[in-house]
Structures are given as structure tokens and as C-alpha cells.
């Protein structure tokens, strides 16, 4: 089990709007910037979201990060079928020294 | 530009060790951490630990302290991370990804090495 909380699974049609929630703790996203990542079968992570809704060059803005107490999301607008990939979220923990992940979100495009 | 090539894949059998190397170029390499996450098959991330390639500096996830040792040499520019006593849970894709102490944040990672562990 992992220490931040995401769905395992998301869905929705071309051009939908999809949200993915990551929730975590005090120690955690609640004083500590979220980082969102994207990963494709076989391949590495890639970054989407830096430092809670800051989108690296390259990054379409129909991607977009928020953060409110202890839960971040983050948001896709404008569905495409190649979004379809697996999402994480990702932050320092303070407690545990170290960072945390979400179990990741398998995000299908019907 | 910056790149982190990784050592290719490995078996090794239950109890063994494995040393994967992650060879930096294209920046300075004593300027920036480097953190080491792996993907068992089919699941999800997982951070092992962090480097500092300038100082040596190492700070590891408990779940691996006692296990992981991670190293550097500055005059090939590579990090290593060995992991010891190998259980079959820890096959998987060892990423190294360029980063800084303290935040979640890398812009680059190696290709991945996959370890594969079985009798």
C-alpha cells in the first residue's frame, strides 16, 4: 500500500475533461511540493507537473496540476487517445525523509 | 544534453548481489543529486534512496537501509547502486533520475536496468 492514495483506474472519451486525485498527509502534500508523472508501457517516467501546477516546456496546457491541504489533482482537458498511460504523484516526505508515491492511475481513453 | 545511460540487464540468483551503474554526461556531475526508483513488474514506483554525486552524501529509504549502498566516481562521471541479499520481490526496472534533495523533482532518467532475480 502506498503512503499517497490514487485510483488505480480512470476513464473517459476523446475530449472529456478527467481528473486524477492524489491524497496524502500533513507530512507529506501538505507542506511539500506535488510533482505529477506520466509513464508509458516500457518506458520511463516522464514529467508532466512540477511543484504543484507548473508544467515543464514541451507539456501541453491542457494539463494542469492543483493543491489544496493534503490532496493534489491533477486534470486533463481535451482527451486524447494517446494520454492513454499510467499517472503518478509524487512528494517529499518530511517524516519519512525520503519520497512517496501513488500506486499510480491506469488512465484509459474509450 | 544531458543524458544518464544505465548498465544493461542482469540475473542473478536469490541471496546474490547487483551493482547497476548510471553514467552521467552532459552537465556537471558533482551539481545535482541523483535518486534511484524501481518498478517491479506490473506495479507501481518506488524510491530507494538519493545520492550526492559532490559529496558522497547518501540518504536511503528504510525499507532498503541495511541493503542498499550507493556510490559514486567522479572521474567516470557514474553512480552506482548496489543492492545485496536479493529476494525475488526485487526484480524489477532500477531507474536512476537526475534530481535535488528534498523534492520529487527529475527531468531526467536512465533507460532503466532490469534485475531479474531467480533460481
Known amino acids: 500500500q502506498s503512503v499517497l492514495t490514487q485510483p488505480p483506474s480512470a476513464s473517459g472519451t476523446p475530449g472529456q475533461r478527467v481528473s486524477i486525485s492524489c491524497s496524502g498527509s500533513?507530512?507529506?502534500?501538505?507542506?511539500?511540493?506535488v510533482y505529477w508523472y506520466r509513464q508509458f508501457p516500457g518506458t520511463a517516467p516522464k514529467p508532466l507537473i512540477y511543484?504543484?501546477?507548473q508544467r515543464p516546456s514541451g507539456v501541453p496546457d491542457r494539463f494542469s496540476g492543483s493543491k489544496s491541504g493534503t490532496s493534489a489533482s491533477l486534470a486533463i482537458s481535451g482527451l486524447r487517445s494517446e494520454d492513454e498511460a499510467d499517472y503518478y504523484c509524487?512528494?517529499?516526505?518530511?517524516?519519512?525523509?525520503?519520497?512517496?508515491f501513488g500506486g499510480g492511475t491506469k488512465l484509459t481513453v474509450l | 544534453q544531458v543524458q544518464l545511460v544505465q548498465s544493461g540487464a542482469e540475473v542473478k540468483k536469490p541471496g546474490a548481489s547487483v551493482k547497476v551503474s548510471c553514467k552521467a554526461s552532459?552537465?556537471?556531475?558533482?551539481?545535482?543529486?541523483m535518486h534511484w526508483v524501481r518498478q517491479a513488474p506490473g506495479q507501481g514506483l518506488e524510491w530507494m534512496g538519493i545520492?550526492?554525486?559532490?559529496?558522497?552524501?547518501?540518504n536511503y529509504a528504510q525499507k532498503f537501509q541495511g541493503r542498499v549502498t550507493m556510490t559514486r566516481d567522479t572521474s567516470t562521471n557514474t553512480v552506482y547502486m548496489e543492492l545485496s541479499s536479493l529476494r525475488s520481490e526485487d526484480t524489477a526496472v532500477y531507474y536512476c533520475?537526475?534530481?535535488?534533495?528534498?523534492?520529487?523533482?527529475?527531468?531526467?532518467w536512465g533507460q532503466g536496468t532490469l534485475v531479474t532475480v531467480s533460481s
Open positions: 509524487a512528494v517529499w516526505d518530511d517524516s519519512l525523509n525520503g519520497v512517496v
Open positions: 545520492i550526492n554525486p559532490g559529496g558522497g552524501y547518501t
Open positions: 511543484r504543484n501546477n
Open positions: 500533513s507530512s507529506n502534500i501538505g507542506i511539500n511540493f
Open positions: 533520475a537526475r534530481g535535488i534533495s528534498g523534492y520529487a523533482e527529475w527531468e531526467y
Open positions: 552532459g552537465y556537471t556531475f558533482t551539481s545535482q543529486y
